[in-house]
Each structure stands twice: as structure tokens, then as C-alpha cells.
């Protein structure tokens, strides 16, 4: 799927390290249960891989229900449940990410925010209702 988009570089210098390395990972505490780890430069070729998904991914607009009325959602998405379909390269996230949080991850879900005008409000995403510690 040919898609225009509004490309924007990276706002940091890929840090010198190794690739998906989490050497230098700040941990950003956000409250007794929640955290952000940061890692600059984790995947120093994030353009590639960009790019790859830009090309590749299943990208689909969904609708939602907001209000009783149907909307489209303000971006594009790409839902990988089987893991089996997975492409390598994001494969290779998930397992580095599964080993590092010891954790089992089962899906990808891939958002794609166009441009300026593609957008969601801040939101709780609905895993909440189904894990126990999402």
C-alpha cells in the first residue's frame, strides 16, 4: 500500500551502543505501578525499519464507537495476533522484549499517525480489562 506521509527525522543522535542493547536504560517511575524505561538508540536503523513497515504491514483504518456515533479512527493500524505471521524484524523486537520483561507477548499493534492531522486523545487502552497487570 502506497501511503504519503509527513516524515519527521529522529529528534535524538542514535546513541553508540549495540542494537536492541538496553545498556543505558533510564527507568522512569510514573507511579507504585507504572514506569517508562527509555533506552536511546535501541534500534539505531529505526528508518529501515520504518520504512519496512510503512511498505509491508497490513495497514487498515478502523472504526469506532464514540457517542453512538461510528467514526474513523485518526490513524492507521496494523494488527499482527499470529505470532507465526510476524515478520523477522519485528519478531526480533518481541523475543528481546519477552526475554528482557519476562513476559509473553502474543500480538503486535502497529499505529501509523500520518500526519499532523492524525491524532488520538489521551486514552486507557482496553488490555486493561483483560490482564491483571497489563
Known sequence: ?????????????????PRLSFDGLRHEPLDDRS???????????????????????????RTRTMWDDEVLEPRLVAVYRDLAGLPPYLEELRARLAERYDVGIDSCL??????GNDAVAWHGDTVRKVLAQP
Open 1 to 17: 500500500m502506497a501511503l504519503d506521509l509527513a516524515w519527521q527525522e529522529s529528534l535524538f543522535a542514535p546513541a553508540e551502543r
Open 110 to 115: 502497529v499505529n501509523l499517525y500520518r500526519d
Open 35 to 61: 514506569w517508562v524505561d527509555l533506552v536511546e538508540g535501541w534500534v539505531p536503523d529505526h528508518d529501515v525499519l520504518f520504512e519496512r513497515l510503512r511498505a509491508e504491514a497490513p495497514w487498515a483504518q
